[in-house]
């Protein structure tokens, strides 16, 4: 059995995007562009593109780069955050580093990092990487300086080193922290990864968004735009998912409701 | 015994040579500096020195600000001494170790693992085999009074029930020490009450050292053997009280009785006069 609440929960979101998508309708009907195709239109066209073989390895090819870029940011950022927020000496060598990359567009680098390494994988996967370490290193970072002292006082009375404190301690005490970093870190993937393919234009999902728009093939613009947006959507549920799994320790218990409902 | 204890050595320890063989920590002249700001130094802690016989409870009792907990810290490796030195069975104290176990006031639990996930925490990590530790952490979790609660998580327990598993933690991997920073100093009066019992109980059974930072004057008589009274600015040692009072105690049968009743009024009177000589607030 659902209750009432649990049915509008599920709902919300679909009604969600139905009214979007009927406003879309409404809207491209009263404009009567030809640079602005129904959403019907958009959506048709989507099979076409996902039938597409060479549409698909391009999609492919481009979730590739993304997870590669996301993984190795990751796996070098965590460590880098955690350091950071419990020496002081690596805070203060790395703090000012990253405040100077930190507000420049990494799509900015681009045209540099394709003059050293070329138009291809690489050059991409690099920006994508560049993209996601940010927020993941700033989010380790503060959480690692939040964990209580005598949590890893507790720790060393009880025999674990220095190394096996951050491992073992810092690392889980500020999980929490650390993958909300990397759920922005995620959305920047994708991001970074649609930019990376409109500058340097040989492959991908960005590549096919903009060979459309060259050749005036609208609908494919938009079914893009879906596809891109439904990729960003799915990929962020899964994540939460894991996320929640995760840190199922230190959410809270009850869900406080809102007064205004 | 060797046959040369000379003079000069004698004089170069005097609070060593003095104690009794039974002594398990010395706190031999140490003084605590915290730089407050650029040019200002706070002397936190100033030549205190101190022998804890094995098995006692001993309270340490003072304002905030006296210094008491840092004292505590020292012994437990976490502080190091501006100068002076603690000793643990006549071994200097450098760093942290198992053979001292803390308990915090912020009980300081690992919030990712479950009540039995903690308590299996010390023995495992002193590489007790998992099936072993377990049973022993069980047996623990029940003798704290904490039995069914074996799967929650921190967050679902609440503030007496984490410093039962505080607890219950450090004595899994057996401590000689017990190092207690104000534990109950964060709750409530009636479950400090209950929790202040259950620790006498528990530690009436095996007698393990403590060393137990309070500012609560009936705390520090209810549990202690000894009562070492701190004064603030710089942290000093004012008095050594020794609580001569039969053991097990109960508490109500304390509560009425008028040697009780005398030690803390003793000592609450101390502190009001130092009060009155000391800081202007």
Redesign the interface.
């Known amino acids: 059995m659902i209750s009432q609440a649990a049915m509008a929960k599920r709902a919300a979101p679909v009604l969600a995007c139905v009214g979007l998508l009927a406003i879309w309708q409404f809207a491209s009907l009263g404009l009567e562009s030809d640079s602005f195709p129904t959403a019907i239109e958009a959506i048709r066209a989507i099979p076409d593109i996902l039938g597409d073989k060479e549409s698909l390895i391009n999609i492919l090819a481009s979730l590739r780069r993304m997870a590669i870029g996301f993984g190795i940011a990751v796996l070098l950022s965590i460590p880098l955050g955690l350091l950071m927020g419990r020496s002081r000496a690596v805070a203060a060598f790395f703090n000012p580093l990253l405040m100077i990359i930190y507000p420049v567009p990494k799509a900015a680098l681009m045209p540099i990092i394709m003059l050293w390494l070329g138009v291809g994988d690489i050059t991409k996967t690099l920006v994508i990487f560049l993209g996601v370490s940010l927020p993941v290193i700033y989010h380790s970072f503060e959480g690692a300086k939040a964990v ?1 002292e ?2 890893l ?2 720790g ?5 080193s220095p190394l096996q404190r951050l491992v073992r ?1 810092v690392l ?2 500020a ?1 929490p922290e650390i993958l909300t970093g990397c759920r922005t870190g995620l959305v920047l993937a994708l991001i970074t990864m649609i930019t990376s393919e409109m500058i340097a234009r040989q492959s991908g999902a960005g590549n096919i968004l903009f060979n459309a728009l060259d050749m005036g093939q609208y609908d494919t613009v938009y079914a893009m735009i879906i596809i891109v947006g439904a990729m960003g959507i799915c990929l962020d549920a899964v994540f939460e998912r894991v996320r929640a799994r995760l ?1 199922r ?2 959410e809270p ?1 009850f869900d406080m409701p809102l007064s205004f409902s | 015994m060797k046959v040369v204890p000379s003079r000069s050595s004698e004089w170069v320890r005097p609070v060593t040579s003095q104690q009794p063989a039974s002594a398990i920590i010395e706190i031999d002249r140490v003084s605590q500096v915290f730089q407050t700001s650029a040019r200002k130094d706070h002397l936190a802690l100033s030549e205190i020195s101190l022998t804890i016989e094995e098995g006692a409870f001993v309270s340490i009792l003072g304002p905030s600000g006296c210094g008491k907990s840092t004292l505590l810290y020292i012994v437990g490796g976490f502080v190091s001494p501006t100068s002076g030195a603690a000793r643990m069975k006549g071994q200097r104290i450098t760093g942290p170790g198992p053979d001292r176990g803390p308990v915090f006031q912020e009980f300081a639990l690992f919030p990712w693992k479950t009540v039995l996930g903690n308590v299996m925490y010390g023995p495992r990590q002193q590489g007790v085999r998992a099936h072993e530790a377990e049973t022993q952490s069980r047996a623990l979790i029940e003798m704290v009074g904490l039995r069914g609660y074996e799967s929650f998580y921190p967050k679902e327990l609440s503030g007496g029930m984490k410093q039962r598993v505080a607890l219950a933690r450090t004595l899994a991997y057996h401590p000689e020490v017990l190092l207690m920073d104000e534990p109950f100093g964060a709750l409530d009066a009636h479950t400090r009450t209950r929790l202040q019992n259950d620790l006498l109980n528990i530690w009436e059974r095996d007698r393990k050292t403590v060393l137990f930072v309070t500012h609560s004057v009936d705390e520090a008589v209810f549990l202690s053997d000894k009562v070492v009274m701190m004064s603030k600015s710089p942290g000093r040692i004012r008095e050594v009280i020794d609580i001569d009072l039969q053991r097990p105690r109960r508490r109500n049968e304390l509560l009425l009785d008028p040697r009780y009743q005398k030690y803390v009024v003793d000592i609450e009177r101390m502190f009001d006069e130092s009060d009155e000589v000391g800081s202007p607030s």
């Open positions: 209580e005598k949590m006082w507790s060393a009375a009880m025999g674990l301690i889980p005490a999980l840190v320790w230190s218990q």
